[in-house]
């Protein structure tokens, strides 16, 4: 299985080939040729052009089943066309318009504090944006907000630096981020022996297939659930984003949460 880890620090595409929905855009699908052009002229790096057309498509189809992916790589363009503020704006309108898209949601708050970062000193709405990040739901996004700050050596961004420490991806640039700031970076030592195991037993087999994976790594368990699992998860009043912090308040042993549907069951628990 495919699981994407991203780095904030990479100077790469906005967003993975991973999330490239577009090829699922069908030949009759009302609009398909102007998304089927602005995403080869976006390939082409001719980025003014196709983020002209993906406006174009959103003001002709404002409620196509395909404007939250028009939306997303709009944004995503913007930012590859280094137009920071209009790629942030673009990033924001996407979030108030799709509040349920989950993946591409995370990947716009991660894009949006890229381009934050770079425009901190220079836009009003930067640093401000940075630091209403630092209470993002999702751990992550709370690291990258930090580590943009720490750039400009705010001290707000301490906290979520110390959280960042146990995030493998992570570390070493909090690390070096704190020190920095004047800071000794605290030891994380009791969360680097502890680990999440997944127990995944299907239905109408007796063996369950057992996944452990560090509390670092824990944001990518819900590559793992069903929707159907993670609505009751979160009914349950579990932070899918957020197992990190949970776990590592729960003595080893303890039981995390547990979810089933029609074709698997899965038990979580911290050892």
């Given amino acids: 299985m495919l699981l994407p880890i991203l780095l904030t620090l990479a100077p790469l595409d906005p967003a993975p080939a991973a999330l490239e929905l577009q090829s699922l855009v069908t030949k009759d699908a009302p609009g398909h040729a102007v998304l089927r052009e602005a995403k080869s002229l976006r390939y082409a790096q001719r980025f003014f052009e196709a983020a002209a057309l993906y406006r174009r498509y959103l003001a002709e189809h404002p409620t196509s089943s395909w ?26 309108e996407f979030l108030a318009k799709h509040p349920d898209e989950r993946l591409l949601g995370k990947e716009a708050r991660l894009n949006r504090i890229r381009c934050w970062g770079i425009r901190q000193g220079q836009a009003p709405g930067a640093t401000p944006g940075l630091i209403a990040a630092l209470a993002d739901e999702t751990s992550e996004v709370q690291v990258a ?24 991806a ?16 605290a030891p994380v030592s009791s969360q680097a022996n502890r680990f999440l195991v997944m127990r995944i037993r299907e239905k109408g087999k007796s063996d369950p297939v057992t996944i452990r994976l560090s509390l670092g790594l824990a944001r990518v368990m819900e590559n793992y659930l069903s929707d159907e699992q993670i609505r009751q998860a979160r009914a349950k009043g579990i932070e899918l984003g957020n197992l990190t912090d949970r776990a590592a308040d729960l003595p ?5 949460f547990s979810v089933e549907d029609r074709k698997s069951s899965i038990t979580v628990t911290v050892e």
Avoid: I, N
């Fill in 145 to 168: 907000a930090a580590l943009q700050l720490a750039k400009t050596r705010d001290r707000r961004a301490l906290d979520a630096l110390q959280k960042g420490l146990a995030m493998p």
């Fill in 67 to 92: 404007s939250a992916e028009a939306r997303f790589w709009l944004a995503a363009t913007l930012e590859q066309d280094q137009r920071w503020d209009e790629a942030a704006a673009a990033y924001t």
């Fill in 252 to 256: 080893k042993g303890s039981m995390l």
């Fill in 170 to 185: 992570y570390a070493d640039a909090c690390s070096v981020a704190l020190v920095g700031l004047g800071v000794k970076p």
